[in-house]
């Protein structure tokens, strides 16, 4: 028998609460709640929908839940679902990004800010090592770790080309192999009236928004956060490594050091990490029009960045059991991580450099791209809790808050030397 909506009402706003520790262990959490505690779903279903979500763009834990909603209760179910598991982190957002853009020049949150910067660097570095061990299976896929690599951190190539080029080889050289027919209770005119109101959903509001206030930092808001809904496969860490730069390099929006700082924030909150996003909408907004424009900017970010989400889900989890089966999008998607691997690498080297560096320069000889750092500014304070994180996270595998809470008391105790 199915659940109840105030069932699913009940669990998804469990999950929604207790959805720490990013998409590894919200996807855990999932299973162990959906599968094996309550069998609203088979082990099937979960890892055919889990295959479907690490196709799309997005955050692939939410996306699952939205579609665990979906199996159980239909599109109200997914609402619920999605909604729950992304609003109790949203609300810690919003709080936390607006008292760090109250309080988050005093000369103390700055130096607990270091120890915070100092654990994000290596977070980041984690990500990419456990990427990389689910990712790089063979040469080929080590080699396109390397040419994305080079690609984003010498020749600053868009990350929606190399996820293109990426995805394109991957589905070339995929093997090829029989595959189910399409599941006969699927509507191509229920899919197409769901895919026509979900594109009104995301896209009128911000045609509203640009109509009745001109162009706004909301509409550049919507814009960036919508393209960057479309674009970044690969995960949470993906997300990241296409926005950190270009929030910071080509629209200054943020500095390197408030984009580790919002890393850090969405990483200890519950929900999805991408909520990220919302943080930097939030102080891009701040900038131009103080605390209302800012809840206005963070609230346009997390529309347009979920609002597909939703869309992706109801239009595709008809055809789940036949999309997991395509050879050729399934080695698009293994290509794609591949090259995402590369993407966080350039990430890890981008952050590192400034937080270890006072003054980074960018030099460009041709259109070869070089970040140089200035040796005499180099922050020895910030090299030791980096060091002292990396032992804490990647040796002793301490938990995050525990880590997080030493790096800064640490960072208080060097600003006294």
């Known amino acids: 028998m199915s659940p109840s909506l105030s069932q699913i009402f009940a669990v998804f706003l469990k999950i929604g609460l207790l959805s720490f520790g990013g998409p590894a262990a919200q996807i855990a959490l999932m299973h162990r709640m959906l599968v094996d505690e309550r069998d609203w779903l088979t082990e099937k279903q979960f890892l055919n929908a889990l295959s479907f979500c690490m196709l799309l763009p997005g955050p692939e834990a939410m996306q699952l839940a939205t ?7 239909g599109i ?5 679902a999605g909604l729950l598991f992304v609003l109790p ?9 607006l008292l760090y853009v109250t309080y988050g020049d005093l000369p103390l949150v700055d130096t607990l800010f270091l120890g915070v910067q100092a654990v994000a660097v290596v977070i980041v570095v984690e990500a ?8 790089l299976h063979g040469m080929p896929h080590w080699v396109l770790a390397g ?7 010498f020749f ?15 589905a070339m050289v995929a093997t090829t192999e029989a595959t189910p027919a399409l599941p006969v209770a699927v509507s191509a005119k229920r899919s197409l009236v769901t895919i026509l109101i979900g594109l009104a959903a995301w896209g009128l509001p911000v045609l509203f928004v640009d109509l009745a206030f001109g ?27 296409y926005m950190a730069q270009d929030v910071v390099v080509q629209y200054g929006w943020l500095t390197p050091t408030e984009m580790m700082d919002g890393l850090v924030l969405a990483e200890t909150t519950p929900g999805p990490l991408i909520l990220v996003t919302q943080f930097v909408g939030t102080l891009a907004a701040f900038r131009e029009g103080g605390y209302a424009l800012a809840i206005a900017g963070g609230a346009m970010t997390l529309w347009v960045t979920f609002i597909p989400c939703f869309l992706w889900i109801f239009v595709g989890a008809p055809y789940i059991d036949w999309i997991s089966a395509q050879p050729r999008l399934n080695g698009a998607l293994r290509a794609i991580t591949a090259a995402v691997v590369g993407v966080i690498l350039n990430l890890s080297l981008w952050f590192a450099l400034h937080v270890l560096f006072g003054t980074v320069t960018e030099a460009h000889i041709g259109v070869l791209r070089l970040w140089s750092p200035d040796v005499a500014t180099l922050n020895w304070p910030a090299l030791a809790l980096i060091a002292l994180s990396a032992v804490l996270l990647l040796r002793v595998h301490l938990a995050i808050g525990w880590v997080l809470g030493i790096s800064a008391a640490a960072a208080l105790v060097l600003a006294q030397i």
């Open 67 to 73: 579609y665990a909603g979906w199996r159980l209760h």
């Open 76 to 80: 109200l179910g997914g609402l619920i």
């Open 89 to 97: 982190g949203a609300v810690v957002i919003f709080a936390l990004a």
């Open 128 to 135: 990419l090592l456990k990427v990389s061990k689910r990712a």
């Open 147 to 153: 040419l994305a690599f080079v690609a984003i951190f």
């Open 156 to 170: 600053a190539v868009p990350f929606p080309v190399i996820v293109l080029a990426a995805g394109l080889y991957g």
């Open 215 to 241: 162009g706004t930092i909301l509409t550049e808001i919507a814009l960036f956060f919508s393209k960057l809904a479309v674009v970044t496969f690969g995960g949470a860490y993906a997300v990241l490594a």
